[in-house]
């Protein structure tokens, strides 16, 4: 399932239903944060590995959020049914990581 995701060249597949009636109540951050997590899954998961890790630090920095705001958006992703979300740490740090799963 994964490989369809995946097109040659600079491009990312996204779920039309970020824009369907249904989620018309979604915020727009919620919908950059999709696509941007989109991004993230492409370029770090594959055939084999559908979970890829990333601090709310890291995904702040990134976006130039606030953490408060990533944890506030990535609930309402979750919320929705787009991400599945899990909580775990590095084996090699102290860094508290996130593993994220896009659903739709």
Same mark, same amino acid.
């Given at each position: ?13 996204? @779920? ?7 989620? #018309?109540?979604? !915020? %727009? ?36 959020? @606030? ?7 990535? #609930?309402?992703? !979750? %919320? ?25």
């Amino acid at each position: 399932m994964a490989e369809m995701k995946y097109k040659d060249g600079y491009y990312i597949q996204l @779920s039309r239903c970020i824009f369907e009636a249904d989620y #018309k109540y979604m !915020s %727009d951050s919620a919908k950059w944060f999709y696509c941007y997590l989109t991004e993230l899954e492409h370029r770090h998961t594959g055939k084999e590995k559908q979970w890829f890790y990333r601090t709310d630090n890291d995904i702040a920095e990134d976006l130039n959020w @606030s953490v408060s705001k990533v944890q506030r958006i990535k #609930k309402e992703l !979750s %919320d929705f049914g787009f991400i599945k979300i899990m909580k775990t740490h590095s084996k090699t740090s102290t860094r508290h990581l996130t593993a994220y799963e896009i659903i739709k």
